[in-house]
Structure formats: C-alpha cells, structure tokens
C-alpha cells in the first residue's frame, strides 16, 4: 500500500522483454535504496512492483503480462524517468491518499496550461473509470496522489502545484502522453455495492436536486 505522495525518481537503467513478461531494472538513488530489501513493493509511475534484486543504487522487478497489459511499462524505455515511492509503513504518514498501485487503466494527456503558476492538466480517460470518478476527489496518475478539481465528460482535471511539478515526471509529459490511472478504492466499492440496485431505483442527480438534498451547483 502506498500514499501518492512522490518519494523520487529513478531512471529506467535495463528491460528484459521476454515471450509475456519483462524484467525492469531501475536506477535510484542510493539514499532511496538504504532500507530496501528483496520481496520489497515499491511503486513505479504507480505500478506496484516487487523487488527481486538491489545494489547501491539500483532494483529490478518483474513485471507480469497483466500488469504490462495494463499499465505503461509495457511501452517502457530506457534512460526515461520515472516517478517511484516505497511501500507505507504502519507508523508513516498518510500524505495524499490510499493506493494500491494496483493500475486500473491507461489515461492520455489532453491539454496542458499554465494558470497562476499551476499546471492545469486535463486526462482523458476510459468511461468505465469516469464512474469512480469525483469531483474534489482523490484519484493517482503514474503513482501521484491528485485531488480532482473538475469533470468534463470521461476527461477530469487536476491542478498541478510547482513542488508536484519539479518532484515527479508529469512537469516532463505532454499532450497525447499516456499516464497510469488509479482510481480511489472507496469509489470502487461505492460502485460494487450499488451497481445490483442501479436499474432497479429512479433516484438521480435530479431526483436529488428536485428534493432538496443536494444543490444545483
């Protein structure tokens, strides 16, 4: 389990591809590396990994056919940077939010903008995923706990702090980029348990609104 909350960044040093399976190795530096050990999880760009060997500044993991159908590292290539965090430990902080670094899809970079200082950065993202999607709420792009500012159709929009910007890869990515999405795991569950009853009741946002139990804005 991880927090969102960037510890570093490392540099993919090494792929190994084979028949449905890869072999990563990544450059870290030797500070991060201090209290790892083998059978560790440490997220890459959000991607829960296990570490099969270290040196002084450096682990490699492997990566399973499911999660490189699912995530970026299958397009993965050497000498990119990416973002990277340890596991939490029951005594850490809780900085950002709770994440399993258990990728739920790819999402795509659609506009970027400079407002204030802040990158406002739009994600287009699958519609199935958009459902656990909402406004104010958390939600981790390559492993960066976001808080969503705005909805537009099955795009969302986050607001992206200097420190977030100078920290962790996003300030490097561009329009059309691809990004690993996990969305927050109470609005997994919120789906799961009222999806049974979704056709069954006539209770909408504009059910709400007309009763008074939510406002028009």
Same mark, same amino acid.
């Given at each position: 389990? #991880?927090?969102?909350?960037?510890?570093?960044?490392?540099?993919? &040093?090494?792929?190994? %591809?084979?028949? &449905?399976?890869?072999?990563?190795?990544?450059?870290?530096?030797?500070?991060?590396?201090?209290?790892?050990?083998?059978? !560790?999880?440490?997220?890459?760009?959000?991607?829960?990994?296990?570490?099969?060997?270290?040196?002084? $500044?450096?682990? +490699?993991?492997?990566?399973?056919?499911?999660?490189?159908?699912? +995530?970026?590292?299958?397009?993965?290539?050497? !000498?990119?940077?990416?973002?990277?965090?340890?596991?939490?430990? *029951?005594?850490?902080?809780?900085?950002?939010?709770?994440?399993?670094?258990?990728?739920? $899809?790819?999402?795509?970079?659609?506009?970027?903008?400079?407002?204030?200082?802040?990158?406002?950065?739009?994600?287009?993202? *699958?519609?199935?995923?958009?459902?656990?999607?909402?406004? %104010?709420?958390?939600?981790?792009? !390559?492993?960066?706990?976001?808080?969503?500012?705005?909805?537009?159709?099955?795009?969302?929009?986050?607001?992206?702090? *200097?420190?977030?910007? %100078?920290?962790?890869?996003?300030?490097?990515?561009?329009?059309?980029?691809?990004?690993?999405?996990? +969305?927050?795991?109470?609005?997994?569950?919120?789906?799961?348990?009222? #999806? *049974?009853?979704? %056709?069954?009741?006539?209770?909408?946002? !504009?059910?709400?609104?007309?009763? $008074? #139990?939510?406002?028009?804005?």
């Amino acid at each position: 389990m #991880f927090t969102g909350i960037i510890q570093s960044t490392g540099v993919i &040093s090494n792929i190994e %591809k084979g028949q &449905s399976t890869s072999r990563i190795s990544i450059a870290a530096e030797p500070l991060f590396m201090d209290d790892a050990a083998i059978g !560790d999880s440490i997220a890459v760009d959000g991607v829960c990994l296990t570490v099969v060997e270290k040196g002084k $500044g450096f682990f +490699t993991a492997d990566v399973s056919k499911e999660t490189l159908k699912l +995530t970026t590292l299958a397009s993965a290539k050497k !000498d990119v940077k990416v973002n990277i965090e340890k596991a939490l430990k *029951p005594s850490g902080k809780i900085g950002g939010h709770i994440v399993t670094g258990h990728i739920d $899809g790819l999402g795509t970079i659609k506009n970027k903008d400079m407002k204030h200082g802040f990158s406002v950065v739009e994600f287009n993202i *699958p519609d199935e995923l958009m459902r656990q999607v909402v406004k %104010k709420g958390s939600i981790a792009v !390559d492993g960066i706990s976001l808080t969503v500012a705005e909805i537009i159709g099955n795009s969302f929009i986050v607001h992206l702090v *200097p420190h977030t910007l %100078k920290l962790t890869t996003l300030g490097l990515k561009n329009i059309g980029s691809k990004v690993n999405i996990e +969305t927050d795991i109470i609005g997994k569950y919120v789906e799961r348990f009222l #999806f *049974p009853y979704a %056709k069954k009741s006539s209770i909408d946002e !504009d059910f709400l609104i007309k009763h $008074g #139990f939510i406002g028009e804005d």
